[in-house]
């Protein structure tokens, strides 16, 4: 079946910090992948996606590449800020599967220091 | 962009009652729409698929008689959560998609 194994947080920064956080995925087929992001007591809002291997996606400073021969879709970020706090969701879409359900990895905590 | 409208935001109900979430597809139809449950610091959990017009296809372990679903319009699914018990207490999200899946506020029930 399809997973998704992102790194395990929280991760603290301090601000203008270069940001990682891992995301590799197992999968049938040929997924879309997805970032979300969730802010304290908020749903999920879509940060970027990629829907082909060597597609990059990128939104408000925030970047990943689909990468299928490491199976990877790694979100980068050159200089984070405070406002950047929050729960980051790796997911992915089996392109067999309607509707778009998503494969959800255990989400990484960013916390970010002044 | 497409927007995915869920409410309530916050509801507290008390043991053996019902609560009714209700998840709306503002600028879009959506003929599947995703129910999914997000325990404390935990990435979140399908429950069950939506299907407008038919059965809800459920999870394995998710209780279908205590999660009713019912999709009757392309633009509106409902989760009614049944005889409620504390252990119930979770935030629960929709998700519909437009080229790509959009999701709700959330839900967070408190069951006391």
């Given at each position: 079946g399809n997973s998704?194994?992102?790194m395990e947080g929280p991760v603290t920064l301090s601000e203008e910090a270069f940001l990682t956080i891992n995301c590799t995925y197992t999968a049938t087929g040929y997924p879309s992948l997805f970032?979300?992001?969730?802010?304290p007591g908020e749903g999920l809002q879509l940060l970027l996606k990629a829907t082909k291997a060597d597609d990059k996606g990128s939104n408000k400073g925030f970047e990943a590449t689909y990468r299928?021969?490491?199976?990877?879709?790694?979100l980068e970020k050159g200089s984070v800020q405070v406002s950047d706090s929050a729960v980051y969701f790796c997911a992915l879409s089996d392109s067999n599967n309607a509707g778009n359900m998503l494969t959800f990895g255990g989400g990484t905590r960013l916390m970010v220091k002044p | 962009g497409a927007v995915v409208s869920q409410h309530p935001s916050r509801v507290i109900c008390k043991s053996g009652t019902s609560v009714k979430i209700e998840c709306r597809s503002l600028d879009f139809q959506a003929t599947t729409m995703f129910w999914y449950r997000q325990f404390p610091k935990k990435s979140l959990m399908l429950m069950a698929t939506s299907n407008e017009g038919s059965k809800a296809t459920y999870e394995q372990g998710v209780e279908k008689d205590k999660f009713l679903i019912n999709h009757a319009s392309l633009t509106l699914s409902t989760l009614t959560v049944t005889s409620a018990h504390p252990e119930d207490s979770s935030f629960y999200i929709c998700s519909a998609s437009s080229l790509v899946p959009f999701f709700g506020q959330g839900t967070r029930l408190t069951v006391v």
């Amino acid at each position: 079946g399809n997973s998704v194994t992102q790194m395990e947080g929280p991760v603290t920064l301090s601000e203008e910090a270069f940001l990682t956080i891992n995301c590799t995925y197992t999968a049938t087929g040929y997924p879309s992948l997805f970032w979300y992001v969730q802010y304290p007591g908020e749903g999920l809002q879509l940060l970027l996606k990629a829907t082909k291997a060597d597609d990059k996606g990128s939104n408000k400073g925030f970047e990943a590449t689909y990468r299928k021969e490491t199976t990877s879709f790694h979100l980068e970020k050159g200089s984070v800020q405070v406002s950047d706090s929050a729960v980051y969701f790796c997911a992915l879409s089996d392109s067999n599967n309607a509707g778009n359900m998503l494969t959800f990895g255990g989400g990484t905590r960013l916390m970010v220091k002044p | 962009g497409a927007v995915v409208s869920q409410h309530p935001s916050r509801v507290i109900c008390k043991s053996g009652t019902s609560v009714k979430i209700e998840c709306r597809s503002l600028d879009f139809q959506a003929t599947t729409m995703f129910w999914y449950r997000q325990f404390p610091k935990k990435s979140l959990m399908l429950m069950a698929t939506s299907n407008e017009g038919s059965k809800a296809t459920y999870e394995q372990g998710v209780e279908k008689d205590k999660f009713l679903i019912n999709h009757a319009s392309l633009t509106l699914s409902t989760l009614t959560v049944t005889s409620a018990h504390p252990e119930d207490s979770s935030f629960y999200i929709c998700s519909a998609s437009s080229l790509v899946p959009f999701f709700g506020q959330g839900t967070r029930l408190t069951v006391v």
